[in-house]
C-alpha cells in the first residue's frame, strides 16, 4: 500500500484515496445545505454546472495540453457554482463553470493558473450580470448539527491534505475582524459573526482560501495570504460590497501568486548570474 493510500479515509482494507475527499465533502455540503436550508436553484442547475465544468476541462485540456486530465478539480468548481450562484434561469450555472475551467487554461503566470476557479467564474459574473446571478446567502438557521457535521468533516479533509492551517487561520482572521466590525458599525459581535454559519462560508473557508493550485508555495506565506484575504473582506464589507469574500479572494489571491513567482524568478536570476567563474591558479599558489 502506498503512502497517499495510507493517508486515505477508510476502514479494514476498504479505504478512499485522499484525492476523493475534498469531492465527496463538498458533495455532503450540497446535500446537508439542501435538506437543511433549500439552497440549491434546482438539481438541474447542479446537473448543468457539472456537466459544463467536466466536458469544458476534457475538451480544453485536451486541446490545449493533448493529455487527459484528473476531473476531481473540474467536478468540485461544477459543483461550488451550481451552490455558491443563485439565478432565476440557468445559463449563469453553464457559464459560470465553463468561464471557471477556462480561467485554470488561460490565466496563467509561469505555467501556473493564479486564479480560484470557481471564484473566478463567480465573481466575473457577479461583476458582469450582477441582474443575472446573486450568490447564496442562505444561513443554516439554528440548526447547529448540519453545520458542525460538515466542519469536523471539511476540516478533517483538508488537514489530510495539509492546508488544515489556512482555513483555521482564516477562521480566527475572521473572527477578529468581526469584533472589530462591530465596535466600527455598532453591530453586534454575533451578528457579524453569523455568516460563518452558512454553507457559503463552507465552502469558501474550506475549498477556495485552500486550493493547493493556487495558493503560495510556503506554510508561512499562506497563513499571511489568508489574513490579507480576510483584513480586504472586512474593508469591503464596511464598504457595504456585498459580495465581500469572493471579491476579497479575487484580488488578494493572484497577487500573491504573482509575488511569489517574481520573487522565485528573481532569486533564480541572481543565483545564476552569482555563481563566479573559478580564476585561474597563479604561478606561486600551490598545485
Same mark, same amino acid.
Given at each position: 500500500?502506498?503512502?497517499s493510500e !495510507?493517508?486515505?479515509?477508510g &476502514?479494514?482494507?476498504?479505504r478512499?484515496?485522499?484525492?476523493?475527499?475534498?469531492?465527496?465533502?463538498?458533495t455532503? &455540503?450540497l &446535500?446537508g445545505?439542501?435538506w437543511t436550508?433549500?439552497?440549491?436553484?434546482g438539481?438541474e442547475?447542479?446537473?448543468?454546472?457539472i %456537466?459544463?465544468? /467536466?466536458?469544458?476541462?476534457?475538451?480544453?485540456g485536451r486541446?490545449l495540453?493533448?493529455?487527459r486530465r484528473?476531473?476531481?478539480?473540474?467536478?468540485i468548481?461544477?459543483i #461550488?457554482?451550481s451552490? /455558491?450562484?443563485r439565478?432565476p =434561469?440557468?445559463?449563469p450555472?453553464?457559464?459560470?463553470?465553463?468561464?471557471s475551467?477556462?480561467s485554470?487554461?488561460?490565466?496563467? +503566470?509561469r505555467?501556473r493558473?493564479?486564479?480560484?476557479? #470557481?471564484?473566478f467564474? &463567480?465573481?466575473?459574473?457577479l461583476?458582469f450580470v450582477p441582474?443575472?446571478?446573486?450568490?447564496?446567502?442562505?444561513?443554516?438557521?439554528?440548526?447547529?448539527?448540519?453545520?458542525?457535521?460538515?466542519? $469536523?468533516?471539511?476540516?478533517? $479533509?483538508i488537514?489530510?491534505a *495539509?492546508?488544515?492551517?489556512?482555513?483555521l $487561520?482564516y477562521?480566527?482572521a475572521?473572527? %477578529?475582524?468581526?469584533? =472589530?466590525? #462591530?465596535?466600527?458599525t *455598532?453591530?453586534?459581535f454575533?451578528?457579524?459573526?453569523?455568516?460563518?454559519? *452558512?454553507?457559503?462560508?463552507?465552502?469558501?473557508?474550506?475549498?477556495m %482560501? $485552500?486550493?493547493?493550485k493556487?495558493? =503560495?508555495?510556503t506554510?508561512?506565506g499562506?497563513?499571511v495570504? +489568508?489574513?490579507? +484575504?480576510?483584513?480586504v473582506?472586512?474593508?469591503?464589507r464596511?464598504m457595504?460590497?456585498?459580495?465581500?469574500?469572493f471579491?476579497?479572494?479575487?484580488?488578494? *489571491?493572484?497577487a500573491?501568486?504573482i509575488?511569489e513567482?517574481? !520573487?522565485s524568478?528573481?532569486?533564480?536570476? +541572481?543565483?545564476e548570474?552569482?555563481?563566479?567563474?573559478?580564476?585561474?591558479l597563479?604561478r606561486?599558489?600551490?598545485?
Amino acid at each position: 500500500m502506498s503512502a497517499s493510500e !495510507r493517508k486515505g479515509l477508510g &476502514i479494514g482494507r476498504f479505504r478512499l484515496h485522499p484525492k476523493f475527499l475534498p469531492p465527496l465533502v463538498i458533495t455532503l &455540503i450540497l &446535500i446537508g445545505a439542501h435538506w437543511t436550508a433549500g439552497v440549491l436553484r434546482g438539481y438541474e442547475a447542479v446537473a448543468i454546472a457539472i %456537466v459544463a465544468a /467536466l466536458v469544458t476541462d476534457l475538451v480544453v485540456g485536451r486541446a490545449l495540453l493533448g493529455e487527459r486530465r484528473g476531473l476531481n478539480s473540474a467536478y468540485i468548481s461544477g459543483i #461550488s457554482v451550481s451552490i /455558491l450562484l443563485r439565478s432565476p =434561469v440557468l445559463w449563469p450555472f453553464a457559464v459560470g463553470s465553463i468561464l471557471s475551467i477556462l480561467s485554470k487554461y488561460v490565466l496563467r +503566470v509561469r505555467g501556473r493558473h493564479i486564479w480560484n476557479p #470557481s471564484n473566478f467564474g &463567480i465573481c466575473v459574473l457577479l461583476f458582469f450580470v450582477p441582474w443575472a446571478v446573486a450568490p447564496l446567502s442562505v444561513q443554516w438557521g439554528n440548526d447547529l448539527i448540519p453545520m458542525a457535521v460538515i466542519w $469536523t468533516v471539511g476540516i478533517f $479533509t483538508i488537514w489530510k491534505a *495539509g492546508r488544515a492551517h489556512v482555513t483555521l $487561520t482564516y477562521l480566527a482572521a475572521f473572527i %477578529v475582524f468581526a469584533f =472589530v466590525r #462591530s465596535l466600527i458599525t *455598532g453591530h453586534t459581535f454575533q451578528a457579524e459573526l453569523a455568516p460563518l454559519t *452558512g454553507p457559503m462560508y463552507q465552502l469558501f473557508a474550506l475549498f477556495m %482560501v $485552500t486550493d493547493p493550485k493556487t495558493t =503560495v508555495s510556503t506554510r508561512s506565506g499562506r497563513i499571511v495570504v +489568508v489574513i490579507l +484575504v480576510a483584513a480586504v473582506e472586512m474593508v469591503l464589507r464596511l464598504m457595504e460590497v456585498v459580495y465581500a469574500p469572493f471579491y476579497a479572494l479575487f484580488l488578494v *489571491g493572484p497577487a500573491a501568486m504573482i509575488w511569489e513567482e517574481w !520573487r522565485s524568478g528573481r532569486r533564480a536570476a +541572481v543565483s545564476e548570474g552569482a555563481a563566479p567563474e573559478r580564476a585561474p591558479l597563479s604561478r606561486t599558489s600551490p598545485a
